[in-house]
């Protein structure tokens, strides 16, 4: 009976590691709604403009889903597991106030929403890092062939990176079970498996 998230950065692989890993767990996977969300192309397009309703979006559909997976372990008894959580829209929210695309005082209102939902959550047991480097992710990124991610730039996925690496120390902080793996050669998921080890 746990809670799983799988944190890093774009294009790193969480998606398919979430899938391998439910099957494993027999856990009840959660994706991330990139096929859904409506503000998506229109970010890439004019960040500026978007940013702040896109981060707000997102923080609630994964606040709703994050919700749903609590009352599922309290009701089943089945580990849930994310492949990119609440926690981690916060670094992609903190990117874009750093890059100009959300006012000082835009941020300063969407934090003040997200301490309002991080009460209400469940700190998650394990948390996943996949440690990838932007050379990496953009090879990655280039290779999927998302139209409106073509443009993302190393120096982009470096900022990502950097503030990812606060949210894991304060993840583990907070008292998750950090377990940061160097993801830029994919591996078996028996290798992550056994990297959880005692956690398990």
Known sequence: MRLIIIEGNISAGKSTLTENLAKELNARPFFEPVKTNPYLELFYKDPERYAL???????????????????????????????????????????????????????????????VMWNYLMIPHITIYL????????????????????????????????????????LQGEGSNVVKIDWNEFKPTSHVLE????YL
């Not at 440690?131 to 139209?147: S, V, Y």
């Not at 990297?195 to 005692?198: D, Q, T």
């Open 53 to 115: 309703p896109m981060q707000f979006y997102l923080m609630s559909n994964r606040f709703k889903a994050h919700k749903e997976a609590i009352d599922h372990i309290w009701k089943t008894g089945q580990t849930c597991i994310f492949d990119r959580s609440i926690y981690g829209d916060f670094v992609f929210a903190k990117k874009n106030e750093m890059d100009g695309n959300m006012s000082e005082l835009d941020f300063e209102n969407y934090t003040k929403m997200r301490n």
């Open 195 to 198: 990297k959880m080890g005692e």
């Open 131 to 170: 440690k990838t480097d932007p050379t990496q992710l953009k090879e990655r990124i280039l290779a999927r062939g998302r139209e409106c991610e073509k443009a993302i730039t190393e120096d982009y996925l470096g900022g990502l990176d950097s503030l990812y690496n606060e949210l894991i120390y304060y």
